[in-house]
């Protein structure tokens, strides 16, 4: 990472909560407990990933969720405004609105961004675009929607829809036009990223998406890896296009910053979790506070912090945690808007780069 562009990006993406001094100081207790390795966290969940439904219309080839044995259904408007207003009383400032499935499926998905935003929270979400319309592209800007993942695996028709199963190439690529356009006449919406994934079958398109989209003027276009999940799936594991690193056995910075609600309000820690094994408790009946701080994740933070990382699943396998200790305490120090458009940034794939 070249350290002039980085600076840059970081100044200019810098957002208000930075420094609104209760959220700062609760990221900054965040990163003295990370850094002290504390099993009871002093500070409050940075940003929450919740899951308004474990449903999806799609089968790509890259993503677990056509296995996953954990029942389907939908998050209820209640439970996640009691789950919002909790988190924002407490200085979490940023919220996804998905985990596993096509959050827009639900149909009450705009109600959820608002009621976010109506305690004060930033909303983001990662949406596969196929029910993206022009109805939908216009309540995105209404709805006040802060960050958005525009994911389009393939720069052509064929690897596309050999990607990602049961998606229509034109009619998605109409859906990310319109949104684009959308925001662009409106003059205001959500920072916007224009994301590929690579591994096998994209690599060779990746020039070729790029050049193509950053025309069309998203905030970003953004080449990501393949993330293999918890390194068993092995359908999975031979779409990457560079060997997986090793595993680490250092302390992940996740447990001191983040927590995955699933639609039932179910709590695991980690995105990896797919079928909801590391259980840390449910939001229906405890607060967030109480699952934060519960015997599961103390346990969990403490198993880290003496190097038992290794065997705990799905830790193990991981390689969450290899960066510098003092880095990861800086990205827990810096507001979660902030962060999420600083790496979508400052990473951008552009045609010539070397690829990485």
């Not at 003496?306 to 193990?316: A, N, Q």
């Given at each position: 990472?070249?350290?002039?562009?980085?600076?840059?990006?970081?100044?200019?993406?810098?957002?208000?909560?930075?420094f609104?001094?209760?959220?700062?100081?609760?990221?900054?207790?965040?990163?003295?407990?990370?850094?002290?390795?504390?099993?009871?966290?002093?500070?409050?969940?940075?940003?929450?990933?919740?899951?308004?439904?474990?449903?999806?219309?799609l089968a790509c080839i890259m993503c677990p969720i056509t296995e996953m044995e954990r029942k389907l259904g939908n998050m209820d408007l209640e439970l996640f405004k009691k789950i919002v207003a909790d988190a924002a009383a407490h200085g979490t400032t940023f919220v996804y609105l998905h985990a596993w499935g096509e959050s827009t499926i639900h149909r009450e998905f705009f109600s959820f961004v608002r009621e976010a935003k109506k305690v004060g929270l930033a909303v983001g979400l990662s949406t596969n675009c196929t029910l993206l319309n022009e109805k939908k592209a216009q309540e995105v800007i209404d709805s006040g929607l802060d960050f958005l993942i525009?994911?389009?695996?393939?720069?052509?028709?064929?690897?596309?829809?050999?990607v990602r199963k049961n998606a229509d190439f034109e009619i998605v690529q109409q859906n990310i036009t319109h949104m684009l356009a959308t925001k662009a006449r409106a003059g205001r919406g959500p920072f916007t990223v224009l994301q590929l994934i690579k591994m096998t079958e994209t690599q060779e398109e990746v020039d070729r998406f790029v050049s193509y989209w950053k025309d069309i003027a998203p905030d970003s276009v953004f080449v990501k890896k393949l993330w293999t999940w918890d390194g068993k799936a092995e359908d999975i594991n031979r779409l990457l296009v560079d060997e997986a690193p090793d595993a680490v056995n250092t302390v992940c910075p996740a447990l001191w910053k983040q927590l995955i609600i699933h639609w039932d309000?179910?709590?695991?820690?980690?995105?990896?979790?797919?079928?909801?094994?590391?259980?840390?408790?449910n939001l229906r009946e405890q607060t967030l506070w109480e699952v934060w701080n519960g015997e599961s994740m103390r346990a969990l933070r403490r198993a880290h912090t003496?190097?038992?990382?290794?065997?705990?699943?799905?830790?193990?396998g991981c390689i969450s945690g290899s960066q510098p200790r003092a880095k990861i305490a800086a990205e827990l120090a810096l507001d979660a808007v902030t962060y999420e458009k600083f790496i979508f940034t400052d990473r951008t794939k552009l045609p010539g780069d070397s690829q990485s």
């Open positions: 990472m070249k350290i002039v562009p980085s600076l840059y990006y970081l100044i200019k993406y810098t957002d208000r909560r930075t609104r001094p209760k959220e700062a100081a609760n990221r900054l207790r965040l990163a003295a407990n990370y850094l002290q390795g504390k099993e009871f966290a002093t500070g409050f969940p940075k940003h929450l990933r919740i899951e308004l439904t474990n449903r999806c219309n525009l994911s389009m695996d393939g720069a052509i028709k064929e690897t596309y829809e050999k309000g179910d709590v695991v820690p980690c995105c990896t979790d797919i079928e909801g094994k590391l259980h840390l408790g003496e190097g038992r990382r290794k065997g705990l699943y799905p830790c193990d």
